[in-house]
């Protein structure tokens, strides 16, 4: 007996979406830099940056939704290494 695989559209999509948006917000910054308009690069280039770490959490999250009727253990799962990345952040901005 074979279990029915959950799709993963909306996870796929979530880290599609992330990992294109930070590129081209990266990308636009190092332009941006390249023209001369060193502080506005920097502030695109960091918005980058911010989408490229929420991207994984944006994952996650969606994996979840995703999961839970399908799969719960692993939606579960999902929220558990969401938590543990929440704890590893809050120690290392403590710790820093």
């Known amino acids: 007996?074979?279990?029915?695989?959950?799709?993963?559209?909306?996870?796929?999509?979530?880290?599609?979406?992330?990992?294109?948006?930070?590129?081209?917000?990266?990308?636009?910054?190092?332009a941006i830099n390249l023209v001369g308009e060193i502080e506005i690069g920097r502030i695109v280039a960091m918005a980058g940056v911010l989408v490229l770490l929420a991207t994984p959490v944006a994952g996650l999250i969606t994996t979840?939704?995703?999961?839970?009727?399908?799969?719960?253990?692993?939606?579960?799962?999902?929220?558990?290494?969401?938590?543990?990345?929440?704890i590893a952040a809050a120690v290392a901005i403590l710790a820093g």
């Open 1 to 30: 007996m074979s279990r029915r695989r959950p799709g993963t559209n909306w996870t796929a999509n979530a880290l599609r979406a992330g990992s294109f948006s930070a590129a081209a917000l990266l990308g636009s910054g190092f």
């Open 64 to 86: 979840f939704f995703e999961f839970r009727g399908v799969h719960p253990r692993a939606a579960w799962l999902a929220l558990v290494v969401l938590a543990i990345l929440a």
